[in-house]
């Protein structure tokens, strides 16, 4: 968790996935990015699960995530 000015970010790495793929959950400020890649065959081939805690002075409501053209997940959420 990086601290930008107002805001708090997460970077994750999932360009190895599609947009369906990918799910993000916040609960009691933890963030977590759970991700599966399934084959053709229905087995799951890939998977990526990262957690973390928000600092205690995050807005739980103002987090929101984007993912980039590059495959970077970029989770932000602002200061109290």
Do not use: M, W
């Given at each position: 968790?990086?601290?930008?000015?107002?805001?708090?970010?997460?970077?994750?790495?999932?360009?190895?996935?599609?947009p369906p793929?990918?799910?993000?959950?916040?609960?009691?400020?933890?963030?977590?990015?759970?991700?599966?890649?399934?084959a053709e065959?229905?087995?799951?081939?890939?998977?990526?699960?990262?957690?973390?805690?928000?600092?205690?002075?995050?807005?739980?409501?103002?987090?929101?995530?984007?993912?980039?053209?590059?495959?970077?997940?970029?989770?932000?959420?602002?200061?109290?």
């Amino acid at each position: 968790v990086r601290a930008e000015g107002d805001t708090y970010q997460v970077v994750a790495d999932v360009s190895q996935f599609e947009p369906p793929d990918i799910v993000v959950t916040t609960s009691n400020c933890h963030v977590a990015i759970q991700a599966e890649k399934v084959a053709e065959d229905g087995t799951i081939c890939d998977t990526f699960t990262h957690k973390c805690q928000l600092p205690e002075d995050t807005d739980p409501l103002s987090v929101s995530c984007a993912l980039t053209e590059a495959g970077t997940l970029v989770i932000t959420a602002r200061r109290r």
